[in-house]
Nanobody, 125 residues
Framework: QVQLVESGGGLVQAGGSLRLSCAAS????????MGWFRQGSGKEREFVAA????????DYADSVKGRFTIFRDNAKRTVYLQMNSLKPEDTAVYYC??????????????????WGQGTQVTVSS
């Protein structure tokens, strides 16, 4: 079992930055691919970014590429999402997720087994 707890959300003006953290407890964190998803009000959960267990491979949704960076510190059992140049359309609840199997593409919620409770990010215009 893996428990995930997100933090770092909040209210920020357009153009600002936030860093989300996802702390994991449980065994074998270092071998899990990790991902970030978000869900806006009335919308489906959508892929934001993913990172391989080693951290060497990352993937981003086109809507955040060049603005967001995913990285991890396995010693601290934490994965991060650095969000820069935030836009009002980035407003959503952000969730981190852990997978037990690494695939070439990790862009759908079904690819992940464990989920955090989410953290709200609100970007004002």
């Amino acid at each position: 079992q893996v428990q995930l707890v997100e933090s770092g959300g909040g209210l920020v003006q357009a153009g600002g930055s936030l860093r989300l953290s996802c702390a994991a407890s449980g065994r074998m964190f270092s071998i899990y691919p990790m991902g970030w998803f978000r869900q806006g009000s009335g919308k489906e959960r959508e892929f934001v970014a993913a990172i391989s267990w080693s951290g060497r491979s990352t993937d981003y949704a086109d809507s955040v590429k060049g603005r967001f960076t995913i990285f991890r510190d396995n010693a601290k059992r934490t994965v991060y999402l650095q969000m820069n140049s935030l836009k009002p359309e980035d407003t959503a609840v952000y969730y981190c997720a852990a997978a037990t199997t690494e695939r070439e593409s990790m862009r759908t919620p079904d690819d992940y087994t464990y989920w955090g409770q989410g953290t709200q990010v609100t970007v004002s215009s």
